[in-house]
């Protein structure tokens, strides 16, 4: 380990590099911990110049809106922000004003780099690891360059690099105060997700009330894509109007007030009755004074805002109305509601939702959301989304529409229609379950499948804090898509109508199949906490697992419906967070069909696959990456489980040259038992980056190796 030594004149001796950083990650636990709530108004104020661009600039996602011929943009705003111990901040925008349509975000990751705790062990939301952290001189090396200050009070620069390069690892340096080991400034650089970014932090002085917290940031970043290269920069400061230090006695009785309550530590993002955007407002309140170009920038602005309003010409209606329409589709916008705040609307048109695996081949997948705000905080969701699989040449629909009419109970009208992924009958069903094990092939059989129309009407409501109630419908319109054939192993090469095999199907197969199933579905997860959004109760995590028993009850007769069933499925899932950015997690399943009656559907609801693209953020875990899709339709019962251990630091961290951009890395393991398959076994490794996910697998059956595939997602924009 390369260590530098410094003549320290107060002891008359030689300190390395190591030992003052030793001190430094010693103290930095108790410093992390040690502010319990504080409050302060923020001043940001951005300053973005478009250094090289073309026209794919217009198509990226998370751009603000371009004027035409102008480079240079001016940004700012001033926020009420509300920290309460551990990590929540709660920042509410009060005003804002800019030469821009909105104010640049770095694609909503703005603010996490104003709400830094130098001390913590990761930076940036857990995205980085500090040099600060417990294991940190694992994966840095730190030099000291300077020494500063007077005998009794000095002060020490100190660099860091990281020991090998990752997207998880930075550099910079820190200046450390000797006797109490407390940093008094830092600047740490690297990359998050598209950004390049510096950082450089000031906290307060030795002494003073603010010494453990910032007072003051720089940000200069980069944004670099297809030739488009996007500057940055942003400074903020902070006014403390009060700060709270631990009080034992206070926590304890704020735990005894309520233990999962965190209401006091969230509010909303902005507050619309007193947003303020006018100039003039910002003279009064502006604690950094503008640079003589930045009020240029203004003047520029206004000057042009009022010569385009005063000449305007009159407004072709039907080409407004397309360029609007073109906007949609290319660029995120903002829809303001009078009065009921705004919406923001991803674009139409995102040509990097593609997946690939090698079992379902090409998919693409888009999805539009839209939010409006109701008073007494009643949310209105419509989220339609459209896919196509190229292997299969499936076109997938879905509306999924929410209406939570009483939330602070978390009571909503689920309603959504769409179409299914293909299935067969229970009848098939029969006569796969007669085929052996030793000799059992799907492609043998030519499935008679069925298409699927279904619509589902639920309500949800949260009976007491972790325990929640679905109740609800669903329907099902099933139509034959082709006619079954059975493939002779002994003569491959003659097809045979399936009429002449089982002469007794024709009569009994019908071309549609209509079911309806009322359903009941109990979710309970033990030391639920939440917190209080107005009248809207938003759940945040447990350190107890969740536990789900779903039931559905198919009637004959109902709407025309056809066969008769029963299904219940019990679900078990669980985040542990190990700390240092690691997490594992696990998850249980067991479902069955029963009481089943004439022709119907294996369809569980927790088994199930996938049609579109699914990411990195998917269902941790419970996934088969590489089970054919015909399994899922295959039995009356089934039983599953999933365990996944996610690190940025697995295997890959020593492969200095091809890791760099590689943010997290997973290990899977999947398994599952049904007839014919005792068991099926999944293994797998993963990982993350910024613009694709990766992974490959190997399949077990019945004990026996039977494949490797991969799967491959474009995540750019989408994380």
């Given at each position: 380990m390369h260590a530098s030594f410094v003549p320290d004149p107060y002891n008359a001796k030689l300190l390395s590099a190591d030992s003052i950083m030793k001190k430094v990650i010693f103290f930095a636990p108790f410093y992390e911990s040690i502010i319990d709530d504080y409050r302060a108004d923020l001043y940001i104020k951005g300053k973005?110049?478009?250094?090289?661009?073309?026209?794919?600039?217009?198509?990226?996602?998370?751009?603000?809106?371009?004027?035409?011929?102008?480079?240079?943009?001016?940004?700012?705003?001033?926020?009420?922000?509300?920290?309460?111990?551990?990590?929540?901040?709660?920042?509410?925008?009060?005003?804002?004003?800019?030469?821009?349509s909105e104010f640049w975000e770095l694609d909503g990751r703005l603010p996490e780099y104003f709400h830094v705790n130098v001390y913590a062990s990761t930076l940036l939301y857990d995205k980085l690891l500090s040099p600060l952290a417990p294991n940190a001189m694992k994966y840095y090396s730190y030099h000291v360059d300077s020494v500063m200050g007077k005998v009794h009070d000095l002060r020490y620069k100190i660099s860091f690099k990281?020991?090998?390069?990752?997207?998880?690892?930075?550099?910079?340096?820190?200046?450390?105060?000797?006797?109490v080991w407390s940093v008094r400034e830092m600047h740490f650089s690297g990359r998050s997700e598209m950004l390049r970014f510096d950082n450089m932090i000031r906290m307060g002085d030795v002494g003073e009330s603010d010494e453990f917290l910032p007072v003051h940031y720089d940000v200069d970043a980069t944004f670099?894509?297809?030739?488009?290269?996007?500057?940055?920069?942003?400074?903020?400061?902070?006014?403390?109007?009060?700060?709270?230090?631990?009080?034992?006695?206070?926590?304890?009785?704020?735990?005894?007030?309520?233990?999962?309550?965190?209401?006091?530590?969230?509010?909303?993002?902005s507050d619309t009755n007193s947003y303020r955007k006018d100039s003039s407002y910002f003279e009064s309140i502006r604690p950094i004074p503008l640079t003589e170009h930045e009020q240029d920038l203004y003047k520029d602005f206004f000057l042009s805002r009022d010569t385009s309003y005063r000449y305007k010409k009159p407004k072709n209606k039907n080409l407004e109305f397309w360029g609007q329409i073109g906007d949609a589709l290319i660029?995120?916008?903002?829809?303001?509601?009078?009065?009921?705040?705004?919406?923001?609307?991803?674009?139409?048109?995102?040509?990097?939702?593609?997946?690939?695996?090698?079992?379902?081949?090409?998919?693409?997948?888009?999805?539009?959301?839209?939010?409006?705000?109701?008073?007494?905080?009643?949310?209105?969701?419509?989220?339609?989304r459209l896919g196509y699989n190229f292997k299969y040449n499936e076109f997938y629909w879905s509306v999924k529409s929410d209406f939570d009419y009483w939330p602070r109970k978390r009571a909503a009208l689920h309603i959504s229609v769409g179409n299914g992924h293909r299935i067969y009958s229970s009848r098939m069903l029969d006569e796969l379950k007669n085929i052996p094990?030793?000799?059992?092939?799907?492609?043998?059989?030519?499935?008679?499948?069925?298409?699927?129309?279904?619509?589902?009407?639920?309500?949800?409501?949260?009976?007491?804090?972790?325990?929640?109630?679905?109740?609800?419908?669903?329907?099902?319109?099933?139509?034959?898509?082709?006619?079954?054939?059975?493939?002779?192993?002994?003569?491959?090469?003659?097809?045979?109508?399936?009429?002449?095999?089982?002469?007794?199907?024709?009569?009994?197969?019908?071309?549609?199949?209509?079911s309806f199933a009322p359903r009941v579905r109990l979710t309970w997860t033990p030391g639920q906490y939440y917190y209080m959004n107005g009248d809207r109760k938003v759940n945040l995590h447990s350190k107890y697992p969740s536990i789900s028993v779903d039931w559905e009850r198919g009637i004959n007769g109902v709407f025309k419906s056809t066969g008769t069933y029963e299904r219940v499925e019990v679900d078990i899932q669980h985040s542990i967070p190990l700390g240092l950015m690691r997490d594992f997690y696990l998850r249980f399943g067991w479902g069955a069909f029963t009481n089943q009656k004439d022709i119907y559907f294996v369809d569980f609801a927790n088994f199930t696959r996938s049609n579109l693209p699914v990411g990195w953020n998917d269902e941790i875990g419970g996934v088969f990456q590489l089970l054919d899709g015909r399994w899922y339709n295959s039995s009356r019962k089934y039983l599953r489980g999933h365990l996944t251990y996610e690190s940025p630091f697995l295997m890959l961290r020593h492969l200095v040259k091809y890791t760099q951009h590689v943010l997290n890395e997973r290990l899977y393991l999947n398994a599952l038992v049904v007839p014919h398959l005792n068991p099926y076994v999944e293994v797998g490794y993963g990982i993350g980056t910024n613009i694709f996910d990766f992974g490959v697998f190997g399949s077990f059956a019945n004990w026996k190796f039977k494949e490797i595939g991969c799967k491959f997602t474009f995540e750019l924009f989408n994380r």
């Open positions: 973005v110049n478009l250094r090289k661009k073309n026209h794919i600039l217009r198509f990226i996602p998370t751009m603000f809106r371009i004027r035409k011929g102008v480079r240079e943009y001016m940004m700012e705003t001033y926020s009420d922000l509300h920290f309460t111990a551990p990590d929540i901040y709660d920042q509410k925008v009060k005003a804002s004003v800019g030469t821009s990281p020991k090998s390069k990752s997207f998880q690892l930075v550099s910079g340096h820190m200046v450390v105060s000797e006797n670099r894509f297809l030739g488009n290269v996007v500057d940055a920069n942003y400074i903020a400061a902070l006014d403390y109007k009060t700060i709270i230090q631990k009080d034992p006695s206070q926590l304890e009785r704020k735990r005894l007030k309520s233990k999962y309550d965190l209401s006091e530590s969230y509010t909303l993002r660029s995120r916008y903002t829809v303001d509601l009078s009065k009921l705040g705004s919406v923001r609307c991803s674009p139409l048109i995102n040509p990097f939702l593609l997946s690939y695996s090698g079992k379902n081949g090409f998919s693409y997948r888009q999805e539009f959301k839209y939010n409006r705000i109701f008073t007494g905080d009643r949310l209105l969701r419509l989220v339609p094990d030793s000799v059992f092939d799907f492609d043998q059989v030519q499935l008679d499948y069925f298409n699927d129309l279904y619509l589902q009407v639920r309500h949800s409501w949260e009976i007491v804090n972790g325990l929640s109630l679905d109740v609800g419908f669903s329907m099902h319109k099933r139509t034959e898509a082709n006619r079954s054939m059975y493939v002779s192993t002994k003569s491959a090469s003659r097809s045979v109508p399936s009429s002449e095999v089982y002469p007794d199907w024709t009569e009994k197969m019908r071309h549609s199949y209509n």
